[in-house]
């Protein structure tokens, strides 16, 4: 078990930044409106992840460390129509079996929860204690106990990129939960909830968004897109400001950058890409999120119908503007 957590370990925590990914996921998961992450030293110091979602039953809550103990799939074909962001039940373990852990949670409003203590895979502590509704978990000291993995770490700076990228993402698929990030003790994003995605984009990207911004609404029978398409003089040196959004999660998809990039084409210098946030909303059906294990990679079942559709959509948009 100790080694099947520290295999499984590897492939799911990476580095900081894919333990930010997945507790955020499962604050999400779990109906948060109030998702604040915490980091110290790039994450490998400290990782908190404090939520206002609906908490773990106590007596859930060491459960939830043991393999494959996700609530999340309740039956085989559940796998075929995934509509949570988290499904293998392998986060925490793995998380608690290359670090120390600490959560509290509390799934109720009487003010008392759980505390749970884990360091390398090793329960030390699981008691009652006072906590408001919702999770809290303390990630400590991150691969000390697989220094070989410690050694790959990049700078802080670069894994405090690859966590601030992680929560623009969730924040943009998010618009209605409240995202607050902060390293060291700086605030570097701090997205207002209340689902206008026009703040999010303004608060992350710090452009005048109500003039820079269009909205896009457009739909077919299988397809509905919405979301802002920014105008070509907001266009930027890399593709770092091009999201889609689909079902909700945060995906790539070559084909879709493509699409998105011909419909600009004639507008954009080459080596400029354009600031456009696409939500897309389709039947579960039509799109393979089970692709990848990171699940940013997806498949679409009609691609090219899909691609055709966001082309043509963002172009007759960028036709209707002034320049
Ligand atoms: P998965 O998300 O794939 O189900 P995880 O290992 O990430 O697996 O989490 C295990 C279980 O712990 C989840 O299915 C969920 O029931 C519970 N859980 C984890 N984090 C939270 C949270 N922040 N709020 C409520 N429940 C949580
Ligand atoms: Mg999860």
Redesign the pocket.
Known sequence: EHIANQIAAGEVVERPASVVK??V???V??G?TNIEVTVEEGGLELIR?T?N????APE?CE???YRH?????TSGRDLFQIR????????????AAVAKVK?V?S?DDTGLGRQIVIEGGTLKENGETAAPQ??D?TVRELFYNTPARLKYMKTIQTELGHISDCLYRQALAHPNIAFTLRHNGNTLLQSPGGGDLLQVIAAIYGVNTSKGMVPIEAEDLDYRITGYIGRPDLARSNRGGMSTIVNGRYIRNQGLHQAILRAYHTLLPINRYPLVVLMLDMHPSLVDVNVHPAKLEVRFSKEPELNGFVESSIRSVLNGLVL
């Open positions: 997945e507790l996921e499962n604050a998961d779990a948060a992840v939520d979602g609906a908490g773990i859930d459960t939830a460390f103990a996700t609530s999340k799939i949570s962001l988290g499904f293998r039940g392998e986060a925490l373990p793995s998380i959560l949670s799934s919702g999770t978990i």
